[in-house]
């Protein structure tokens, strides 16, 4: 159904008051939005947390959420109160809000009121503040407010409480298992145990013992009995970490006890029920595995059944300032360590390779080397200094303004003139994808003859 379908009914015909009534019967944080965006009434728990509203009827959600001057959606945003209106149905999407205490993500979840006729009258919204990650800086958990770090949480807050299988695929060092306990910590299994298998480096005749447990004297040297990682996962989650790095021999043991939920000790003839919450995570491209047949298919489609991109440091600049602070906090907790201003342009211009986990090893040098409070440019590690563009200056008046074209096209030649690796990592440096790097690189070919 198209807006225009759903009309607002006159004003008089809302009572505020009754639905303040209703909006406090609501377990969560509630206002009640009119068609045009205008909070029409809110509840005790709203207030408590985000304050009395000073204009009721006049204020619209939008100025109070994110101080913006049109609907979120003319912001570049989702906005979940234009999607039910066009629905008529409930939506629900992730934003980051200005609250009392700063900016915080929410999950936001509209629901539309009808009339006895089916229009919609007026809106209920509710405001869960996310406990997944934090937008502030923070002594442990996730951190972050950039676009990609946004997606990737309303993600996790989705698939959070059910039982579905995730798959978290990304470079390494983004923070794979951060987000495997952040997940397994919003389940309801949250009581139990995350049982985390490092799958890199599993032989054959340790695969069974170490999933499976082994009886006492099943084999030379088991002297007695040892309960498997999989057992010990039971009612919570079983982390397997680089998945992808699973013999081809070996997965297919993976797949017979994701099938039957159940196993044998070795040396047992008991079958064992299995009761876990499947967590997987890979560096490498499964898909791609597939298609080379280094990965079973009827596997991946097992542990693929939720995908989650954890994202490049690249791919979120937006959260370096706050990603240093709450690292310098786990590195030198009894420590207030700042980072001067000009070191934090230096890492700003830097591409990370090795992502999170480069930049928290870069701060733990830089800690040791700082003998006071401030973490200067030159604490940094000296190999920092040549792999750094210098910061773009505005063209002056003598110089000419070049098209993007032109811009990215000597841009490219001076990054071929020092880039010694592969293709496909200059590819991930640039955000681009290896057919689009191979494709420019063309061009210029073309453009020198």
Known sequence: MTQNHYRMKAQPHINTAEIAELLDCVDAPAIALSIDYRVLASNSRYRAIYGDL???????????????????????????LKASLESGQT????????????????????????????????????LRQSKVASSRPAKEGLVG???????????????????????????????????????????????????????SGLTETLFESELFGHEKGAFTGALTKKI?????????????????????????????????????RVGSTETVQADFRLVCASHRDLREMVAAGAFREDLFYRINAFPIHAPALRECTADLPLLVESLLRRVEPARSLKLHREALAILERYSFPGNIRELRNILEFASVMADDGTILPRHLPHYLMGKVEPPLSPPTESEAILPLEE??????????????????????????????????LQGLREESR
């Open 407 to 440: 811009v990215e096209r000597q841009y490219l030649q001076r990054v071929l003139a020092t880039f010694s690796g592969e293709k496909k990592q200059l590819a991930q440096l640039l955000g681009v994808s290896e057919r689009t790097l191979y494709r420019k």
């Open 145 to 199: 407010v950039s676009a990609a770090f946004t997606r990737m949480l309303e993600l996790i807050e989705r698939v959070a409480p059910r039982e579905t299988a995730v798959l978290l695929q990304g470079e390494s060092g983004t923070g794979k298992e951060l987000v495997a306990r952040a997940i397994h910590e919003a389940s309801p299994r949250a009581k139990a145990a995350i049982i985390q298998v490092e799958c």
């Open 91 to 126: 939506q629900r999407v992730l934003h980051l809000h200005h609250t009392p205490r700063g900016r915080e993500h929410v999950d936001v979840e509209t629901r539309p009121v009808h009339d006895k006729q089916g229009e919609i009258i007026y809106f209920i919204e509710m």
């Open 228 to 264: 498997g990682l999989v057992e010990a996962a039971q009612g919570g989650t079983l982390f397997l970490d680089e998945v992808g790095d699973i013999p081809l021999n070996l997965q297919v043991k993976l797949l017979r006890l994701l099938e039957t939920r159940t196993f044998r």
């Open 54 to 80: 000073t204009r009721p009827g006049h204020s619209r959600c939008y100025e109070i959420s994110h101080r913006y001057n049109v609907p979120c959606d003319q912001a570049g945003e989702s906005c979940p």
